[in-house]
């Protein structure tokens, strides 16, 4: 998996870490068991600090994306992958409601949002094809 990072965006850079990793596992290039990069490495590898790593790492293993072991050390969550929440659907709405109403505001439509999402699942989803929305 190829991590790129935009330097110049107003999100956190431990932010596009961390939804980069989680799209990755998302869309198959992640599998449940795969090594990923020491903190160190990543950090090296990418020209970041390794305290944002060790950041997007620790939130990440928070919301049960992946294990830190002394031994083994960093890798995509084996035992499962967390489910559907009440946790995570709250979230979910608190990150969707101002995208919601940006696009709102710029002119678009229920349908144009809906397609739009269906766009990005098709890119990310590996099962895709199998269960699309209508």
């Known amino acids: 998996?190829?991590?790129?990072l935009d330097m110049q965006s107003d999100v956190p850079i431990y932010t596009?870490?961390?939804?980069?990793?989680?799209?990755?596992?998302?869309?198959?290039?992640?599998?449940p068991g795969e090594a990923l990069p020491s903190v160190r490495s990543l950090a090296s590898d990418i020209g970041v600090n390794l305290h944002t790593v060790n950041k997007a790492y620790t939130l990440l293993k928070q919301e049960g994306y992946i294990q830190i072991h002394r031994q083994k050390g960093v890798?995509?969550?084996?035992?499962?992958l967390p489910g559907l929440t009440p946790e995570f659907l709250a979230k979910q709405q608190e990150q969707l409601r101002p995208v919601i109403?940006?696009?709102?505001?710029?002119?678009m439509n229920l349908s144009d949002l809906l397609e739009q999402v269906k766009k990005l699942y098709e890119q990310i989803s590996p099962s895709s094809g199998k269960e699309s929305m209508p």
Request: charged residues 15%; proline residues 3%; hydrophobic residues 45%.
């Open 1 to 4: 998996m190829i991590i790129q």
């Open 16 to 31: 596009q870490l961390m939804n980069q990793i989680v799209e990755g596992i998302a869309g198959g290039s992640l599998k």
């Open 75 to 80: 890798v995509v969550q084996p035992d499962g």
């Open 101 to 107: 109403a940006e696009s709102i505001l710029r002119g």
